[in-house]
């Protein structure tokens, strides 16, 4: 596989499920991202990790928790999910966190219940 | 802050027309500039970038020009064809030392036959 691989494609969830968005990247890179795109908003940078280490969260709710175990992978836990929750959670990653060239994952859509 | 503004949508042309997408930045120093696309069911793919002013990004007969002057980076084809038809993201990356992409809110263009 190449590029960067999103799964689930679709979840649907009850606001009291626990359940895990997972991201891989088979570009090599160093830097990975979570955005929230939803609809007639611009998108959302949720978190930014560069070398496994968190580097930056946009004042997400605790309720969204990512998990960066390796440079290849990412993933976005979810609990307690709001209706409001429901979106396209796209995965990106780059090569270094300060170049602004991304490359996206197709996206998770999430529905909340 | 920075901030990217672009048309709204959605933009409606018959195939072969010229397309003009206008986007505007506002940011300090001296950002890099980029147009991403997304396809029906997909994710974000660059489309092209350019990263001082005067510079022209193009590929896929897409061109863009950084113009410093009217902080600007409209986006133009000659002749759309129908596969085409997508969301066109004006991003910018800030000179500051951090991995923030910052997103327009998107414009859709669909091309008739």
């Known amino acids: 596989e190449t590029g960067v691989t999103q799964t689930p494609r679709h979840l649907v969830m009850g606001m009291t499920n626990k359940k895990s968005l997972k991201c891989e990247q088979h570009?090599?890179?160093?830097?990975m991202y979570w955005y929230k795109q939803s609809a007639k908003k611009p998108l959302e940078l949720m978190f930014v990790?560069?070398?496994?280490?968190?580097?930056e969260n946009n004042s997400v709710p605790s309720r969204f928790s990512p998990e960066c175990p390796n440079s290849s992978h990412l993933f976005l836990h979810l609990h307690t999910l709001q209706p409001e929750d429901s979106a396209l959670y796209l995965c990106?990653?780059?090569?270094?966190?300060?170049?602004?060239?991304?490359?996206f994952g197709e996206g998770s859509r999430l529905t909340v219940l | 802050g920075d901030s990217v503004t672009q048309m709204e949508g959605p933009v409606t042309l018959s195939e072969e027309a010229f397309l003009t997408i206008n986007c505007t930045y506002t940011?300090?120093?001296?950002?890099?500039l980029f147009w991403y696309v997304q396809y029906p069911g997909e994710g974000l793919q660059l489309l092209l970038k350019?990263?001082?002013?005067?510079d022209k990004g193009s590929n896929k007969g897409f061109e863009a020009t950084y113009r410093k002057e009217t902080t600007s980076f409209h986006l133009e084809k000659g002749s759309v064809q129908v596969s085409d038809s997508a969301v066109y993201f004006c991003?910018?990356?800030?000179?500051?030392?951090?991995?923030?992409?910052?997103f327009g809110q998107g414009t859709t263009l669909q091309v008739k036959p």
């Open positions: 940011a300090t120093g001296y950002p890099s």
């Open positions: 990790y560069s070398l496994e280490e968190r580097v």
């Open positions: 990106a990653s780059s090569q270094g966190h300060t170049f602004g060239e991304l490359f």
């Open positions: 350019a990263t001082k002013a005067d």
């Open positions: 570009l090599g890179h160093n830097a």
């Open positions: 991003a910018l990356h800030g000179s500051s030392n951090t991995g923030k992409l910052i």
